[in-house]
């Protein structure tokens, strides 16, 4: 059974830095493309960062430059570092596994609150 279990949410204040880590279990993470996504209260989900299985990434235009993502094959785990967090950052964090284009798991999520 495919399992995603994300840790490292909190609270921070603007400016601040956290990561996020995504611990695979049930599969072999180097095979996978894997992600994040986050939902604000009211928002749709929406795409913040992506690491293909080679190691190609890419990130949301409200993101980049402040957050990094990454990938550690090894310990089947995921991370999001994000620094320079912003109130509107707030929202729960999920990771996810795609493979041929399709999601095949997600992480139940981390909530995520950056307030002063």
């Known amino acids: 059974q495919v399992q995603l279990v994300e840790s490292g949410g909190g609270l921070v204040q603007p400016g601040g830095p956290l990561r996020l880590s995504c611990a695979a279990s049930g599969i072999s993470v180097h095979i996978y493309a894997l992600g994040w996504y986050r939902q604000a209260p009211g928002k749709q989900r929406e795409l913040v960062a992506r690491?293909?299985?080679?190691?190609?990434?890419n990130y949301a235009d409200a993101v980049k430059g402040r957050f990094t993502i990454s990938r550690d094959n090894a310990k089947n785990t995921v991370y999001l570092q994000m620094n320079s967090l912003k109130v509107e950052d707030t929202a729960v964090y999920y990771c996810?596994?795609?493979?041929?284009?399709?999601?095949?798991?997600w992480g139940q999520g981390t909530q995520v609150t950056v307030s002063s």
């Open positions: 690491i293909s299985s080679g190691g190609s990434t």
């Open positions: 996810y596994a795609a493979t041929g284009g399709s999601i095949v798991a």
